[in-house]
Protein backbone atom coordinates (compact mmCIF):
# COMPACT_ATOMS: atom_id res chain seq x y z
CA UNK A 1 0.00 0.00 0.00
CA UNK A 2 2.33 2.67 -1.35
CA UNK A 3 0.02 4.23 -3.20
CA UNK A 4 -0.52 8.57 -2.89
CA UNK A 5 -3.03 10.54 -4.33
CA UNK A 6 -2.48 14.07 -4.65
CA UNK A 7 -4.69 16.52 -5.44
CA UNK A 8 -4.60 20.48 -5.90
CA UNK A 9 -3.72 23.37 -8.45
CA UNK A 10 -0.87 24.07 -11.17
CA UNK A 11 2.00 23.57 -8.05
CA UNK A 12 0.89 20.20 -7.19
CA UNK A 13 0.81 19.13 -11.34
CA UNK A 14 4.19 20.89 -11.82
CA UNK A 15 3.24 23.35 -14.13
CA UNK A 16 6.23 25.67 -15.14
CA UNK A 17 6.34 28.65 -17.97
CA UNK A 18 7.79 27.12 -20.97
CA UNK A 19 10.63 29.11 -21.62
CA UNK A 20 10.78 28.45 -25.43
CA UNK A 21 7.29 30.46 -25.98
CA UNK A 22 7.34 32.98 -28.60
CA UNK A 23 7.62 36.48 -27.15
CA UNK A 24 4.81 38.06 -26.04
CA UNK A 25 2.63 34.74 -24.91
CA UNK A 26 2.83 32.91 -22.04
CA UNK A 27 2.96 29.36 -22.43
CA UNK A 28 3.08 26.34 -19.95
CA UNK A 29 4.07 22.98 -19.40
CA UNK A 30 4.62 19.87 -17.38
CA UNK A 31 7.73 19.81 -15.47
CA UNK A 32 9.14 16.30 -14.73
CA UNK A 33 10.03 18.12 -11.53
CA UNK A 34 7.27 18.42 -9.96
CA UNK A 35 7.11 17.45 -5.77
CA UNK A 36 5.13 14.77 -7.05
CA UNK A 37 7.48 13.08 -9.52
CA UNK A 38 10.52 14.17 -7.39
CA UNK A 39 8.71 12.43 -4.50
CA UNK A 40 7.59 9.65 -6.58
CA UNK A 41 11.40 9.06 -8.13
CA UNK A 42 13.68 9.82 -4.94
CA UNK A 43 11.00 7.42 -2.62
CA UNK A 44 9.70 4.55 -5.09
CA UNK A 45 6.40 5.29 -4.51
CA UNK A 46 3.48 5.07 -6.80
CA UNK A 47 2.19 9.01 -7.04
CA UNK A 48 -1.67 9.22 -8.76
CA UNK A 49 -1.77 13.03 -9.42
CA UNK A 50 -5.02 14.31 -9.68
CA UNK A 51 -4.08 17.98 -10.03
CA UNK A 52 -5.53 20.39 -12.33
CA UNK A 53 -4.27 24.02 -13.77
CA UNK A 54 -6.31 26.45 -11.96
CA UNK A 55 -7.69 23.92 -9.63
CA UNK A 56 -9.89 25.04 -6.79
CA UNK A 57 -11.11 23.60 -3.46
CA UNK A 58 -14.17 23.06 -5.73
CA UNK A 59 -13.03 21.72 -8.73
CA UNK A 60 -11.16 19.44 -5.84
CA UNK A 61 -13.96 18.55 -4.18
CA UNK A 62 -15.44 17.05 -7.55
CA UNK A 63 -12.13 15.04 -7.97
CA UNK A 64 -12.03 13.25 -4.88
CA UNK A 65 -15.39 12.28 -5.34
CA UNK A 66 -14.64 11.41 -9.00
CA UNK A 67 -11.41 9.29 -7.74
CA UNK A 68 -12.58 7.59 -4.26
CA UNK A 69 -11.61 4.24 -5.59
CA UNK A 70 -7.96 5.41 -5.49
CA UNK A 71 -8.42 7.48 -2.85
CA UNK A 72 -9.38 4.35 -0.35
CA UNK A 73 -6.74 2.29 -1.52
CA UNK A 74 -4.25 5.13 -0.84
CA UNK A 75 -2.11 5.65 2.45
CA UNK A 76 -1.93 8.75 2.15
CA UNK A 77 -3.57 12.03 0.26
CA UNK A 78 -1.72 14.93 -0.12
CA UNK A 79 -3.94 18.22 -0.79
CA UNK A 80 -2.62 21.37 -1.89
CA UNK A 81 -5.46 24.16 -2.80
CA UNK A 82 -5.66 27.93 -1.98
CA UNK A 83 -3.60 29.71 -4.78
CA UNK A 84 -6.59 29.60 -7.34
CA UNK A 85 -9.35 29.78 -4.78
CA UNK A 86 -7.51 33.37 -3.37
CA UNK A 87 -7.11 34.50 -7.27
CA UNK A 88 -9.27 37.13 -8.56
CA UNK A 89 -10.92 37.92 -11.64
CA UNK A 90 -8.37 39.36 -13.26
CA UNK A 91 -9.84 40.98 -16.56
CA UNK A 92 -12.22 42.80 -14.06
CA UNK A 93 -9.52 44.31 -11.88
CA UNK A 94 -7.06 45.36 -14.94
CA UNK A 95 -10.34 47.29 -15.92
CA UNK A 96 -11.17 49.02 -12.18
CA UNK A 97 -8.28 48.49 -10.13
CA UNK A 98 -9.20 50.74 -7.19
CA UNK A 99 -13.23 48.88 -6.94
CA UNK A 100 -13.78 46.40 -4.28
CA UNK A 101 -13.25 42.52 -6.08
CA UNK A 102 -13.85 39.45 -4.71
CA UNK A 103 -11.78 36.44 -5.01
CA UNK A 104 -12.72 33.25 -6.63
CA UNK A 105 -13.48 31.37 -3.42
CA UNK A 106 -14.72 33.42 -0.82
CA UNK A 107 -12.43 32.26 2.73
CA UNK A 108 -15.52 31.18 4.45
CA UNK A 109 -16.11 28.85 1.87
CA UNK A 110 -12.89 27.59 1.22
CA UNK A 111 -12.56 26.98 4.86
CA UNK A 112 -15.72 25.02 5.14
CA UNK A 113 -14.77 22.96 1.37
CA UNK A 114 -11.18 21.99 2.39
CA UNK A 115 -12.36 21.12 6.18
CA UNK A 116 -15.03 18.65 4.52
CA UNK A 117 -12.32 17.61 2.03
CA UNK A 118 -10.17 16.70 5.02
CA UNK A 119 -13.13 14.72 6.60
CA UNK A 120 -14.06 13.33 3.69
CA UNK A 121 -10.70 11.89 2.80
CA UNK A 122 -10.37 10.27 6.53
CA UNK A 123 -13.70 8.61 6.04
CA UNK A 124 -12.67 7.27 2.84
CA UNK A 125 -9.81 5.53 4.69
CA UNK A 126 -6.69 7.77 3.95
CA UNK A 127 -4.49 9.99 5.61
CA UNK A 128 -4.90 13.86 4.32
CA UNK A 129 -1.19 15.25 4.39
CA UNK A 130 -1.86 18.65 3.84
CA UNK A 131 0.51 21.25 1.94
CA UNK A 132 0.93 24.90 1.77
CA UNK A 133 1.60 27.47 -0.99
CA UNK A 134 5.04 29.16 -1.62
CA UNK A 135 4.98 32.54 -0.63
CA UNK A 136 4.42 35.23 -4.07
CA UNK A 137 5.61 38.53 -4.88
CA UNK A 138 2.11 40.19 -4.89
CA UNK A 139 3.00 43.04 -7.13
CA UNK A 140 4.93 41.13 -9.50
CA UNK A 141 2.47 38.72 -9.96
CA UNK A 142 -0.21 41.29 -10.59
CA UNK A 143 1.85 42.94 -12.65
CA UNK A 144 2.16 39.25 -14.83
CA UNK A 145 -1.73 38.12 -14.36
CA UNK A 146 -2.75 41.19 -15.87
CA UNK A 147 -0.49 42.10 -18.64
CA UNK A 148 -2.02 42.32 -22.02
CA UNK A 149 -5.34 42.91 -20.12
CA UNK A 150 -5.78 46.78 -20.56
CA UNK A 151 -3.13 48.38 -22.84
CA UNK A 152 -4.59 51.61 -20.81
CA UNK A 153 -2.29 50.46 -17.80
CA UNK A 154 0.86 49.43 -19.92
CA UNK A 155 3.17 51.30 -21.82
CA UNK A 156 6.05 50.50 -24.11
CA UNK A 157 5.78 47.03 -22.27
CA UNK A 158 5.78 48.78 -18.83
CA UNK A 159 3.31 48.29 -16.06
CA UNK A 160 1.49 52.02 -15.26
CA UNK A 161 -0.28 52.48 -11.73
CA UNK A 162 -3.33 54.43 -13.30
CA UNK A 163 -4.25 56.29 -10.18
CA UNK A 164 -3.29 55.74 -6.31
CA UNK A 165 -4.59 52.57 -4.60
CA UNK A 166 -7.00 53.65 -1.12
Request: negative net charge; aromatic residues 10%; glycine residues 8%.
Amino acid sequence: MNKICAFGDSVMKGIVEDCSRVAGSVKYMISNLSFAEICSSRLGLDIRNYARFGGTINQGMDLVEKHKDDVSDSRYCVIEYGGNDCSYHWDEISQDPVSVHNPLTMLGDFRRQYSAMIDGICKIGAKPVLLSLPLIDSERYFKHITKGLNPAIWQCGNWVQPREFP
